[in-house]
């Protein structure tokens, strides 16, 4: 089932609607990260079915073209290409990676490498002014991300990253038991030292995973 059609008992048509009257006008009026053709692309890469680990993010960059539609992920070309710099939240998850495992998979700060594997980047905002993070907070898309969880807490055996304040605000809607849920610091600089590194998320991750019969991510 596509993720549209599972949502449809969940999520309120009325809200959306005026949720996506708001964005139309934003992104006529300013400039908006992601892409309007990236908003919904950690959807398109991990399909309902797929999911097994949920990360939960806050908003996208906000910096021009840094914002991929995935949580935390960026075009590692653009970085080559000095159109962007490289954001140093995701070199902090890149190296608790590494510090787990050896090495990364997405060490180049692409992550559809994880979201094609099951893990959906999940921003609890899926918009932002350029320049101005959290600038779409209050816009409607606490009404969809709400949905979106309620329906991820309906099925059984998924790991739950929760990272930070934000994040971690969410949990009273994690019920199910079957599910496991992970939670520490934010991996910006401000506070990975205060509990993100050495928090093992990502090999715990895995070691629920395979207890449940899945395949493990290749971080």
Request: net charge neutral; proline share 5%.
């Amino acid at each position: 089932m596509k993720w549209k059609e599972a949502l449809a008992p969940y999520r309120d048509p009325a809200a959306f609607r005026e949720l996506f009257d708001k964005l139309c006008a934003e992104y006529k009026y300013h400039k908006i990260c992601p892409k309007e053709d990236a908003i919904f692309r950690a959807f398109d890469l991990c399909q309902k079915e797929n999911v097994k680990v949920v990360i939960l993010g806050q908003d996208p960059y906000f910096n021009e073209g840094q914002a991929t539609g995935l949580a935390f992920s960026i075009n590692p070309d653009d970085v080559l290409n000095k159109k962007i710099t490289f954001p140093p939240t995701l070199r902090n998850i890149i190296q608790e990676v590494e510090a787990e495992f050896g090495s990364c998979m997405a060490n180049d700060g692409n992550l559809d490498v994880w979201a094609e594997q099951g893990v959906l980047l999940l921003n609890t905002c899926l918009t932002v002014r350029q320049g101005f993070p959290l600038s779409h907070k209050n816009l409607g898309w606490n009404s969809f991300i709400d949905a979106v969880l309620k329906l991820l807490n309906s099925m059984d055996n998924l790991v739950f990253l929760l990272w930070g304040s934000n994040a971690k605000s969410y949990r009273p809607l994690f019920t199910n038991p079957k599910n496991i849920i992970f939670a520490c610091a934010h991996p910006s600089p401000l506070s990975a030292s205060m509990g993100f590194f050495g928090c093992e998320h990502f090999k715990r991750a895995n070691e629920f995973l395979v207890k449940c019969g899945k395949t493990e991510i290749k971080w």
